[in-house]
């Protein structure tokens, strides 16, 4: 099969491996409840494990995606899959709420990090054209998990018990990701001998990964990244709460997700084919602005058709913005150095989600409302669109002159 037909093979092994790999993480929620009733652990207890996987893809994301650098994707995304697998499988025998923390928090958010960043920049390297659009396919396949894994986990709890259901889930991730993860490939560019020529605007392939990670352009990405995210958390995991304390029905509440997920899919297509089209800048700028107004229209909404309405265009904007990141990547950095960037984006944007939950809580226990939530989430949300319009791309190299 030649190199052209191949990258969309990578493409779809991308979004099949981060489905399954969110969805088994993801299984947590679903499980919640089951859990508590057969363990007597506390809620909160069992929800902190979803806490410290957050934090363990963040501390993970960089290092994953600098060792893909060095050795290849395909053996850190086997990696990655074995050890969720094998995760999962352990913290189904688990006899203490510690115990489940570790395996489940810290081993399952590590192997995930595996996953992301190191398959996105797989992916920029197949591509020099509609290069957008395949990240932001792999994008969508992640965003699948709650719409596949999910029922899944859910139909397997209602014939079994949760551990046996999360053993299911664990021989599910096994038998379709690592085979998956034998599909993936270096990119051709990466081969020995052949150096990719630096694009338009990109930097030189003789920078250093030292002067890749201090330069402006690395810490404005990882700056955006954070407060983008940051902007898009809060009211990811708080509107249904804000919702129920508005006298919307928990059910209904609830579906507001559902439609705030859909819009997502058509969001990473979408920006995906605009990136091509305009550019990843240009479209990322345009797209954290109108996020950051998107958050403050939470404020003004208190019936469910507006809380729709807001949650579709939220959902399109956030979802649409996050591929995007990695192509801006790829456009200004080394493809030998993409796996380090890209992880440490994803860093930054993981660490960016951890403060969600915790700002909602705070500001709903101060205040008895969430309006503060989303005011601070359109502050974010500014302070990430001026981020973005301040990035400028490496100087462009000068041509060698030619010879009198």
Not at 173 to 183: F, G, W, Y
Request: aromatic letters at 10%; charged letters at 10%.
């Amino acid at each position: 099969m030649n190199d052209s037909r191949y990258r969309w093979v990578i493409v779809a092994a991308g979004g099949l491996l981060g489905c399954v790999a969110i969805g088994g993480m993801f299984a947590l929620p679903v499980l919640l409840q089951p859990m508590v009733r057969d363990t007597g652990w506390s809620v909160t207890g069992i929800s902190s494990a979803m806490t410290i996987g957050f934090l363990a893809m963040a501390f993970a994301s960089m290092i994953w995606g600098t060792l893909s650098d060095r050795v290849g994707p395909r053996p850190v995304v086997l990696t990655g899959s074995i050890v969720i697998a094998a995760s999962l499988a352990l913290a189904s025998r688990s006899t203490s709420l510690i115990e489940f923390q570790v395996l489940f928090g810290l081993l399952v958010g590590v192997a995930t990090a595996a996953i992301f960043a190191p398959m996105m920049a797989c992916v920029t390297g197949w591509f020099d054209h509609h290069r957008s659009l395949a990240v932001s396919l792999v994008s969508a396949g992640m965003g699948m998990a709650p719409l596949t894994m999910s029922p899944l986990v859910a139909w397997l709890v209602s014939l079994y018990d949760w551990r046996t259901s999360m053993q299911i889930v664990a021989v599910v991730v096994a038998a379709i990701m690592i085979p998956t993860s034998l599909l993936v490939r270096s990119a051709p560019a990466l081969a020995v001998g052949n150096t990719p020529a630096p694009e338009a605007g990109q930097s030189p392939p003789e920078m250093s990964l030292a002067q890749a990670l201090r330069s402006p352009q690395f810490v404005i990405l990882l700056a955006t990244n954070f407060f983008c995210c940051a902007t898009h958390s809060g009211p990811i995991i708080h509107t249904v709460s804000y919702a129920i304390s508005c006298g919307i029905p928990l059910i209904a509440a609830v579906s507001i997700y559902s439609v705030e997920g859909l819009a997502g899919l058509f969001g990473r297509i979408g920006f995906g084919l605009l990136g091509d089209r305009f550019g990843a800048k240009r479209v990322l700028v345009l797209g954290l602005l109108v996020q950051a107004f998107g958050a403050l229209a939470y404020v003004f909404v208190r019936d469910l058709a507006a809380f729709y309405a807001v949650a579709a265009l939220f959902g399109f904007i956030y979802a649409g913005v996050m591929p995007l990141y990695a192509v801006l990547a790829r456009e200004n950095f080394p493809l030998r150095m993409m796996g380090t960037v890209i992880g440490g984006t994803a860093m930054a944007g993981s660490l960016g989600m951890a403060t969600g939950p915790i700002a909602g809580g705070l500001i709903y226990d101060s205040f008895s409302s969430y309006a503060w939530l989303y005011i601070g989430a359109f502050g974010m949300g500014i302070g990430a669109f001026l981020m973005a319009m301040s990035f400028r791309p490496f100087a462009k190299p000068r041509a060698a002159p030619v010879p009198a």
